[in-house]
T-cell receptor, first 111, second 114 residues
Framework: SQTIHQWPATLVQPVGSPLSLECTVE??????LYWYRQAAGRGLQLLFY??????ISSEVPQNLSASRPQDRQFILSSKKLLLSDSGFYLC??????????FGPGTRLLVL | GENVEQHPSTLSVQEGDSAVIKCTYS??????FPWYKQELGKRPQLIID?????GEKKDQRIAVTLNKTAKHFSLHITETQPEDSAVYFC?????????????FGKGTLLTVNP
């Protein structure tokens, strides 16, 4: 069966510091991968999605970036964090169908 | 692109009552409509979905109905229990050559009072 992992689970970072969040999927090949942000416990904002290695589409312009160095690995990065980057970051995957399955999430607090 | 509106934003019911959450979508090419449940501090989890070739789907106490003409779909929970308390999200897949993307509603906070 398929499993999706995210780490770290929680992160506290100072403003202006870099960020790297990682997501990996097991048990499937060539998944579609997604990064979402959820602020204040409500609303899922799609940040990036990827349909293959090196293929990244950005939904919202901001100081975040994403990369997919391997088929089942998706990384969310920032060079300098802002206070507004705080939130719950969720990675998701989908196969041939449209159903998306979410990872456990990373809770980020920028101070 | 696709736009999904969800109502109500909060819903409070007594245990045993029914709960209904409604969503409308804008893209007539949408053909896949999932519903997710998110408990506090946890990930959203798929609870039921429906495709545009059917009008209704049931799974025990939950059901989803779809009206393609009116472009709206609803989640029905019967005999609600306290463990049904959560935020529920609807979504639609839209088109534009990338129907693997989902557009989500803003969520409904359901509280079931014992």
């Amino acid at each position: 069966s398929q499993t999706i992992h995210q780490w770290p689970a929680t992160l506290v970072q100072p403003v202006g510091s870099p960020l790297s969040l990682e997501c990996t999927v097991e048990g499937t090949s060539n998944p579609n991968l997604y990064w979402y942000r959820q602020a204040a416990g409500r609303g899922l904002q799609l940040l990036f999605y990827s349909v293959g290695i090196g293929q990244i589409s950005s939904e919202v312009p901001q100081n975040l970036s994403a990369s997919r160095p391997q088929d089942r690995q998706f990384i969310l990065s920032s060079k300098k964090l802002l206070l507004s980057d705080s939130g719950f970051y969720l990675c998701a995957w989908s196969g041939r169908g449209e159903t998306q399955y979410f990872g456990p999430g990373t809770r980020l607090l920028v101070l | 692109g696709e736009n999904v509106e969800q109502h109500p934003s909060t819903l409070s019911v007594q245990e045993g009552d029914s709960a209904v959450i409604k969503c409308t979508y804008s893209d007539s090419a949408s053909n896949y409509f999932p519903w997710y449940k998110q408990e506090l501090g946890k990930r959203p989890q798929l609870i039921i979905d429906i495709r545009s070739n059917v009008g209704e789907k049931k799974d025990q106490r939950i059901a989803v109905t779809l009206n393609k003409t009116a472009k709206h779909f609803s989640l029905h929970i019967t005999e609600t229990q306290p463990e049904d308390s959560a935020v529920y999200f609807c979504a639609a897949n839209g088109s534009g050559g990338s129907n693997y993307k989902l557009t989500f509603g803003k969520g409904t906070l359901l509280t079931v009072n014992p």
